[in-house]
Structure formats: C-alpha cells, structure tokens
C-alpha cells in the first residue's frame, strides 16, 4: 500500500486544492448548498439546490475538472481514476454537491462510455459534462429490488420502436430528470438474467407518470414511475436486446462506487465539537463514542488509500466498491447514534446551536438512504463472501427456468 502521492500525483493534489479554495464555498459557509437536497421537491429551496448543482457543474467544467476520466473527445479530461480519487478526496473538504446531477455523472456516463455506441456518447455525454441534461435510474420495482432481475416492466417490440409497460419505485430525482435509464424484460421465455434490455428513455414520453415518495425527514428526494404503453426508439437500446444484465452490472458498479464515496471524514471532530459546547467532552462514555468515530475514519482512510494503490496499478476495482460501501454505511450509521448520544436533548430538539442537534438528526434519518441504495447491506456481503472470500454462490431453484415459468408472489 503507498501512503504517499507520487511526485505528480502531490502537484494535482496541490492544483485542485487551490482551485477549490478559489472556486468552492467551506461546509456551513452562507454559499454553501450540501445537504440541501433534502429541500421539499417543488419548494423554492429545492429549485435553487438543483440550480446550484448545475451551476457547479458548468464551473467545474469551464475550470477542466468536469468528469476527470472521461475521453476529451465527450467533455472529459482523459485523466485517470487515480486523478479522479485525489480530486474526490479533496472537494469532499468544500460544501458542495453534483446533488440531482450523481446519477448522470456517477454511473450513467460511465455505463454510456463502457457500453454506448459513437453515436450515443456523441449525444448524450456532452450535455451531461455541461448539466443541461439531468438524468435518474428506472431499475427497481414493488417485486424486484434485491433481486432486481425478477423485474416484470415488458418492452415488446413494434417496427422501429420499443413498447414499455410497468412501474418503477425508489427512483431517485426523477421528478427533474430530462432522461432515464431502464431496465424492461424483452423476453419471458429465457432465464430471468437473460431476457433483459437496458434502455435510455426520454423522461418527457408520452404515457410516463411521475409520483412523489415522502420520505421520513420529509423530503420528496425519491418517486414512483409508472409506464403506460411508453414508446421508445430502438436506437435507444444501449448494448444488445435481452443483452442488458451485462450492461447493469457495469452500472451497479459505479454506483456502488459512487455511494461509498459518501463518506465524511470529519464526524468524530464533529462530535469533539457537539461534547466541547455541551460541557461532556470529559465523561468517558462521551469520549468512548469519539474514539469509535476516529477509528473507522481511519479504518476508511487506509481502505482509501488501499483503493487508490489498486488503481494506480491498473486494478478495477470489484467487490472492493461492496466494502468501501459498507464500511461507509456502518460509519455513518453508528456515528449518527453517538452523534445523537453526545447531542443529548439538543438532538430531539433540533437547531442551529453550537451543540449542532439538527445535524445528527438528519444524520441519523440520512444514513438509510446510503446502507440500502444500490444494494442492501446483505447483498453487499453477499459479494464480498462470493467475491473476496470464495465461499460458494447459493444455489437458484430458478436458474434454468424461462421467467415466465417462475412462480411468482402476489
């Protein structure tokens, strides 16, 4: 494990941490807009947080540290993903957010790129370098989350076109998204993994319904899709017809990636900071708490840097995106816990105080959204035990059937 940038690596360090310092508001700065996703979908609070995602967006792109390791020819800086880890390193220490612009950015981009023909990265990846096109994710379903390819959306073929049937949920932005990618079951007579298609579909069609999730801190972040007779063109088909679970995998990937990446380095200070104020930085259970905090930031640190080692090598990393999001959903789980203990009544209460109560709150109500996107936790060991430790797969009772000979429930 290298513990030290290199000689170049250090000079891009140092580059992109004087940019930000020019171009990046500090977290709790007045400018600052990170955490304001959790704004009403609809409320002005909410419109100037996508209007600032945006922004930021178009400012990282005209400053040339817009999507690092994408190829120029799109937008990109044709970097590597080892530029692209110090960069993330280092906008995590500013109060800004890609916030409505993640899906696009994090894991469609990179699926067009991997998969895309010319024509479809010649469309779609410069509109979303600039953020003039927001996208979301039309994946899970009321019966297929974890088993995501139990899904039942149809997409029957008509000439030129595609015709989509079914209903999406836990769809992230996709009340301001412009597109979609999708997964449809193009054929039921071939095992459940293999009558799969990916989809980019224009979130303005015709027989596409949108409706809000209320969520528990009261946001509206997540929706319902439904589908009705939804026409899309088969130029839009990304990869193969019932070729889509390769292309998924791709896309699981980043995003996995992507929400492990979530993590903030800085919660024991915060808690330092909560015990200072309320006068419990002495009591033992309080520093107890702290020092848990510490260690799996460092525990984070050193996987980081484990990460970026592989990467440097030319390693792609697998299951170790599994991990990196686990750990990070331990971490921030258990911090909001403690984070909540060390607040005491001023948690409950809520505000802007010095003991900071509000931030543990949402803290806590926040973290459920990073353990189960993507993934839940147990499909997250489930990789890693197949993946890292070779333990064997357990066997499907439905492996061999066509989907529409699988019994279904409900």
Request: aromatic content about 8%; overall charge negative.
């Given at each position: 494990?290298?513990?030290?940038d290199t000689p170049e690596e250090a000079a891009f360090r140092a580059e992109a941490r004087a940019w930000l310092e020019a171009n990046a508001p500090r977290p709790g700065a007045p400018d600052a807009w990170a955490g304001m996703e959790g704004a009403p979908a609809g409320s002005d609070a909410f419109d100037e947080f996508?209007?600032?995602?945006k922004q930021w967006q178009r400012t990282l792109s005209d400053g040339g540290w817009a999507c690092l390791t994408w190829p120029k020819e799109y937008g990109g800086q044709g970097l590597t993903s080892a530029h692209n880890m110090i960069f993330?390193?280092?906008?995590?220490?500013?109060?800004?957010?890609?916030?409505?612009?993640?899906?696009?950015?994090?894991?469609?981009?990179?699926?067009?790129?991997a998969h895309g023909s010319d024509e479809q990265k010649a469309r779609y990846l410069p509109p979303l370098v600039r953020a003039d096109e927001v996208w979301c994710q039309?994946?899970?379903e009321p019966g297929a989350g974890s088993?995501?390819?139990n899904l039942r959306t149809k997409a029957?073929?008509?000439?030129d076109e595609f015709v989509v049937t079914g209903q999406k949920v836990w769809n992230s932005f996709a009340h301001v998204a412009d597109y979609g990618i999708l997964l449809a079951r193009t054929n039921p007579d071939v095992p459940k993994h293999k009558g799969i298609t990916f989809f980019l579909v224009d979130m303005r069609s015709p027989g596409i319904?949108?409706?809000?999730?209320r969520q528990i801190n009261g946001a509206a972040k997540f929706n319902?899709?439904?589908?009705?007779?939804?026409r899309i063109p088969a130029g839009n088909v990304l990869g193969e017809v019932d070729g889509g679970w390769a292309v998924t995998h791709t896309t699981l990937m980043y995003e996995r990636g992507q929400i492990g990446a979530t993590r903030d380095r800085k919660l024991a200070q915060r808690m330092i900071d909560a015990a200072r104020a309320g006068g419990t930085l002495d009591d033992p259970v309080v520093r107890q708490a702290i020092a848990r905090a510490h260690t799996r930031e460092q525990i984070l640190r050193y996987f980081s840097l484990k990460l970026q080692t592989a990467i440097r090598q030319g390693k792609r990393p697998g299951a170790e995106a599994s991990l990196m999001k686990l750990l990070v959903g331990n971490h921030l789980r258990d911090s909001a816990v403690d984070g909540m203990m060390v607040a005491g009544l001023d948690a409950v209460a809520g505000g802007e105080g010095p003991i900071g109560g509000d931030q543990w709150k949402d803290l806590l109500l926040w973290q459920y959204e990073v353990r189960f996107g993507g993934g839940t936790e147990e499909i997250q060991r489930n990789t890693i035990g197949e993946s890292v430790l070779g333990l064997p797969r357990e066997e499907r009772v439905d492996k061999d059937l066509a989907f529409r000979d699988v019994k279904q429930s409900g």
């Amino acid at each position: 494990m290298d513990f030290d940038d290199t000689p170049e690596e250090a000079a891009f360090r140092a580059e992109a941490r004087a940019w930000l310092e020019a171009n990046a508001p500090r977290p709790g700065a007045p400018d600052a807009w990170a955490g304001m996703e959790g704004a009403p979908a609809g409320s002005d609070a909410f419109d100037e947080f996508v209007e600032r995602c945006k922004q930021w967006q178009r400012t990282l792109s005209d400053g040339g540290w817009a999507c690092l390791t994408w190829p120029k020819e799109y937008g990109g800086q044709g970097l590597t993903s080892a530029h692209n880890m110090i960069f993330n390193q280092e906008v995590g220490q500013f109060g800004v957010t890609l916030g409505v612009l993640i899906p696009g950015l994090g894991f469609v981009g990179p699926t067009i790129i991997a998969h895309g023909s010319d024509e479809q990265k010649a469309r779609y990846l410069p509109p979303l370098v600039r953020a003039d096109e927001v996208w979301c994710q039309l994946f899970s379903e009321p019966g297929a989350g974890s088993d995501l390819a139990n899904l039942r959306t149809k997409a029957e073929r008509d000439g030129d076109e595609f015709v989509v049937t079914g209903q999406k949920v836990w769809n992230s932005f996709a009340h301001v998204a412009d597109y979609g990618i999708l997964l449809a079951r193009t054929n039921p007579d071939v095992p459940k993994h293999k009558g799969i298609t990916f989809f980019l579909v224009d979130m303005r069609s015709p027989g596409i319904e949108i409706r809000p999730i209320r969520q528990i801190n009261g946001a509206a972040k997540f929706n319902e899709v439904f589908l009705d007779e939804v026409r899309i063109p088969a130029g839009n088909v990304l990869g193969e017809v019932d070729g889509g679970w390769a292309v998924t995998h791709t896309t699981l990937m980043y995003e996995r990636g992507q929400i492990g990446a979530t993590r903030d380095r800085k919660l024991a200070q915060r808690m330092i900071d909560a015990a200072r104020a309320g006068g419990t930085l002495d009591d033992p259970v309080v520093r107890q708490a702290i020092a848990r905090a510490h260690t799996r930031e460092q525990i984070l640190r050193y996987f980081s840097l484990k990460l970026q080692t592989a990467i440097r090598q030319g390693k792609r990393p697998g299951a170790e995106a599994s991990l990196m999001k686990l750990l990070v959903g331990n971490h921030l789980r258990d911090s909001a816990v403690d984070g909540m203990m060390v607040a005491g009544l001023d948690a409950v209460a809520g505000g802007e105080g010095p003991i900071g109560g509000d931030q543990w709150k949402d803290l806590l109500l926040w973290q459920y959204e990073v353990r189960f996107g993507g993934g839940t936790e147990e499909i997250q060991r489930n990789t890693i035990g197949e993946s890292v430790l070779g333990l064997p797969r357990e066997e499907r009772v439905d492996k061999d059937l066509a989907f529409r000979d699988v019994k279904q429930s409900g």
